[in-house]
Each structure stands twice: as structure tokens, then as C-alpha cells.
């Protein structure tokens, strides 16, 4: 089954303790994209891939890093959360040029 | 000012009206449009995608875009109650996606 994978589904943590979000897709996009969701604030860009060892920031990156060293795999690494990056995580994957983004079902993430 | 601008909503309609969804914004250089489906609790799902100026159908769905407003629209006709969800717009300058700028999403509900 086509899917986009994310992990975990559900993670409270404490300020400052780095976390990784995996995310992980099988259907060979080259495309592949971070949002967070925030309550009246939409969906909102962290960063996006074009491709393996291509990566660029988006709307809101502060506090965010990414690498894509396989095609597959997106993981986004808070290296010190604080409690305003609390929030719904969703990754995203597509074929470039398609414009059909392909979500997971997303992680919510709490920073105490 | 917010790169695209959605009223929230919520919307809420009888079955088989009408529905008109809106977005506007401020980037001239916009080139593809798209409209996301969002359930409770899931991931957005793509349902129209666009480029440049005018309409496009797809079933009871129809996408217009009017680049010299700075203004897209989604009409559904003939609403049911599975149509409640929330929907967001979204826009690229370009067909690679990159950049990618979402609306906060308009919440709609379909009562029977």
C-alpha cells in the first residue's frame, strides 16, 4: 500500500531533550516536505527536499533541522524543543510536478 | 500579510446547496493552485489542481482561479454530508512545488 509513515504518532516531552520525527515513504517521490498545524494558523512550511542530499528551508524553519541522505526518508530533528514548537507534525511526499502532495496522518508533539 | 488569506469559517450549509470557497493573495508570482480535503484526524488529501487562470471540473467540484484578482475559488455542487471537512487552498510559483503557501483552511459542514 502507497503510504507516507510517520513516527511516533503522539510524543509528550520536556524542553531542551532533541527528538527526531521519522518519516518515511514508499512510492518513490523525489519531493518531500515538513508542516506544522497549528490551531487558526493553518498549515505552515518547515522545510522541503527536492531530492536526495537537497534540502531548503520553508516558512518557519527556526528551531528545526532536516537531511535527506536516502530518498525515503525525511526525518525532522528538534535539537532543543521549547514549548512553542508544540504542535501537529505532518509530513508530506509527492512526484515533482504533480502538485498532489501525499500526507502522513501526522504527529502531535507536546513540548512541556 | 499573510502570503494567502482564507476565511476560516466555519461553514456550515444544507444538503445539495452550493458551497463557495475562497482564498486570496498577495504573491503575483503564484502560478499553481491547488484545493486539500482535510477529515477530522487525517492527513490532507488533494482534490483539484491548477494552473494559471481558469476553471477547472472535476464531478461536482470546480476550481477557478482569476490571477488578476489574486483570488481562487472552489465550488461544490449538490453538497452531501460527506463533504463536511475542512478544506485549504494552496499555491506554488512554481511546478516543482518548492515553496509551498497554504490557507488556514475553511472548516464546512453538511447537514442532511
Known amino acids: 500500500e502507497a503510504q507516507v509513515t510517520q513516527n511516533p504518532r503522539y510524543l509528550i516531552t520536556v524542553t531542551g531533550k532533541k527528538l527526531t520525527v521519522t518519516c518515511s515513504q514508499n512510492?518513490?517521490?523525489?519531493?518531500m516536505s515538513w508542516y506544522r498545524q497549528d490551531p487558526g494558523l493553518g498549515l505552515r512550511q518547515i522545510y522541503y527536499?527536492?531530492?536526495?542530499?537537497?534540502?531548503d528551508k520553508g516558512d518557519v524553519p527556526e528551531g528545526y533541522k532536516v537531511s535527506r541522505k536516502e530518498k525515503r526518508n525525511f526525518p525532522l530533528i528538534l535539537e532543543s524543543p521549547s514549548p512553542n514548537q508544540t504542535s501537529l507534525y505532518s509530513c508530506?511526499?509527492?512526484?515533482?510536478?504533480?502538485?498532489?502532495?501525499?500526507f502522513g496522518e501526522g504527529s502531535r508533539l507536546t513540548v512541556l | 500579510q499573510k502570503e494567502v488569506e482564507q476565511d476560516p469559517g466555519p461553514l456550515s450549509v444544507p444538503e445539495g446547496a452550493i458551497v463557495s470557497l475562497n482564498c486570496t493573495y498577495s504573491?503575483?508570482?503564484?502560478?499553481?493552485f491547488m484545493w486539500y480535503r482535510q477529515y477530522s484526524r487525517k492527513g490532507p488529501e488533494l482534490l483539484m489542481y491548477?494552473?494559471?487562470?481558469g476553471n477547472k471540473e472535476d464531478g461536482r467540484f470546480t476550481a477557478q482561479v482569476d490571477k488578476s484578482s489574486k483570488y481562487i475559488s472552489l465550488f461544490i455542487r449538490d453538497s452531501q454530508p460527506s463533504d463536511s471537512a475542512t478544506y485549504l487552498c494552496?499555491?506554488?510559483?512554481?511546478?516543482?512545488?518548492?515553496?509551498?503557501?497554504f490557507g488556514r483552511g475553511t472548516q464546512l459542514t453538511v447537514w442532511p
Open positions: 504573491n503575483s508570482a503564484f502560478q499553481y
Open positions: 508530506a511526499s509527492s512526484f515533482i510536478g504533480t502538485g498532489e502532495l501525499f
Open positions: 527536499s527536492m531530492n536526495v542530499e537537497v534540502t
Open positions: 494552496a499555491m506554488s510559483a512554481s511546478s516543482t512545488l518548492g515553496r509551498l503557501y
Open positions: 512510492m518513490n517521490h523525489e519531493y
Open positions: 491548477t494552473y494559471s487562470s
